[in-house]
Nanobody, 125 residues
Framework: QVQLVESGGGSVQAGGSLRLACAASGYSYRSHCIGWVRQPPGKEREGVAVIYIGGGRTYVADSVKGRFSISQDNANNMVYLQMNSLKPEDTALYYC??????????????????RGQGTQVTVSS
């Protein structure tokens, strides 16, 4: 079973940047998609970005497009979320999640139960 540990969260002012990291263990090619999901306080979770393990194709949600990017380091089983031009509405608990379905996408990753504990990101105005 994949274990996911996030790091890199913190408090930053609007306009700042953070890079989140997700360390994956127990990893296998059965995990077809790995991505980042966020849950603002009192709101539903939202899929932010996903990377398709096999081909490296990525998808980024419209709400963060142009500001966030996802990348992977296969040699070290790491996935990153680079967040630039942060806004107060980006404040949330961010966690990484995997889905090993053949037809995985941002939606299946968002609602996957195979996820880490998360790292808090707080953006002040």
């Amino acid at each position: 079973q994949v274990q996911l540990v996030e790091s890199g969260g913190g408090s930053v002012q609007a306009g700042g940047s953070l890079r989140l990291a997700c360390a994956a263990s127990g990893y296998s090619y059965r995990s077809h998609c790995i991505g980042w999901v966020r849950q603002p306080p009192g709101k539903e979770r939202e899929g932010v970005a996903v990377i398709y393990i096999g081909g490296g194709r990525t998808y980024v949600a419209d709400s963060v497009k142009g500001r966030f990017s996802i990348s992977q380091d296969n040699a070290n089983n790491m996935v990153y979320l680079q967040m630039n031009s942060l806004k107060p509405e980006d404040t949330a608990l961010y966690y990484c999640a995997v889905d090993d379905g053949a037809n995985c996408d941002i939606a299946t990753v968002t609602w996957s139960n195979n996820r880490g504990q998360g790292t808090q990101v707080t953006v002040s105005s």
